[in-house]
C-alpha cells in the first residue's frame, strides 16, 4: 500500500461521540485525500490537502474537518459521529496532484452505532 | 455527483477469456485513470490514459478513451482468478485548489476457474 499507513482499521463508536482516523504516509507526497467508500457510490472525495496547513473541501464534506500539521500526517475528525458516517475511508496520496495517479492505504473500518 | 459511471455493475466470466468494462462520464477531462480494488483492499492504480490519446496499453490491459462520446473501456485480456476484483473509473475534474479525481461506482469482476 505505497507507504500509507491508516489508524485504526477498524473502530466502532457511539452516535455524538467525536472521532479520528489518521493516514501518516512515508512517501514525502504533497497532496493527501480523504474518501469514504459506501455501496453504490464509489469513493467519494472528503477533503484533500495541498500542502502543510492548506487544506480545501470535496464533495461530502459536511460533518468532517481535518487537519495537516506535517507532511506525512493528515488527520480527519468527525466532531459528532452520526449513523450516516457509518462507511469505510480511505486516505490517498498523490506526488504531481488529484488529476494523476494516487496511491491508497488499506483503509478504515467505521460502524456509528 | 459522480463524474464516471461504468457498466455492466457485475461481470461474470471463465478464466482464459477477455473481460470488458465500460465507463462514460459528463464533462470535458484532462485524463482518465482506472482503478482495481480487491476485497478489503485500498484502490491500487492500473493505467492512466490523456484526453489526447486514444488507446493505451498494459500487460494485458489495454484501454480506449473516446472523448467525442465520453466514453472509455477496459479491457483485460485472457482472465486470470487473480483478476477477480471491483473495477473504477476516474476522471479528474479543477475543483477549488487542486484538481480532483471523481470515481464511479464500479464493476464487479468475477472470473471463474
Known amino acids: 500500500d505505497a507507504g500509507i499507513t491508516q489508524s485504526p482499521r477498524h473502530k466502532v463508536t457511539e452516535t455524538g461521540t467525536p472521532v479520528t482516523l489518521r493516514c501518516h504516509q512515508t512517501?514525502?507526497?504533497?497532496?493527501m485525500y480523504w474518501y469514504r467508500q459506501d455501496p453504490g457510490h464509489g469513493l467519494r472525495l472528503i477533503h484533500y490537502s495541498y500542502g502543510v496547513k492548506d487544506t480545501d473541501k470535496g464533495e461530502v464534506s459536511d460533518g468532517y474537518s481535518v487537519s495537516r500539521s506535517k507532511t506525512e500526517d493528515f488527520l480527519l475528525t468527525l466532531e459528532s459521529a452520526t449513523s450516516s458516517q457509518t462507511s469505510v475511508y480511505f486516505c490517498?496520496?498523490?506526488?504531481?496532484?488529484?488529476?494523476?495517479?494516487?496511491?491508497f492505504g488499506p483503509g478504515t473500518r467505521l460502524t456509528v452505532t | 455527483s459522480q463524474q464516471g459511471e461504468e457498466d455492466p455493475q457485475a461481470l461474470s466470466i471463465q478464466e482464459g477469456e477477455n473481460a470488458t468494462m465500460n465507463c462514460s462520464y459528463k464533462t470535458s477531462i484532462n485524463n482518465l485513470q482506472w482503478y482495481r480494488q480487491n476485497s478489503g483492499r485500498g484502490l491500487v492504480h492500473l493505467i492512466l490514459?490523456?484526453?489526447?490519446?486514444r488507446e493505451k496499453h498494459s500487460g494485458r490491459l489495454r484501454v480506449t478513451l473516446d472523448t467525442s462520446k465520453k466514453s472509455s473501456s477496459l479491457l483485460i485480456t485472457a482472465s486470470r482468478a487473480a483478476d477477480t476484483a471491483s473495477y473504477f473509473c476516474a476522471t479528474d475534474a479543477t475543483s477549488g485548489s487542486a484538481r480532483q479525481l471523481t470515481f464511479g461506482s464500479g464493476t464487479q469482476l468475477t472470473v471463474l476457474p
Open positions: 490517498a496520496i498523490s506526488l504531481t496532484g488529484g488529476g494523476y495517479e494516487q496511491y
Open positions: 490514459i490523456r484526453s489526447n490519446e
Open positions: 512517501e514525502n507526497h504533497r497532496y
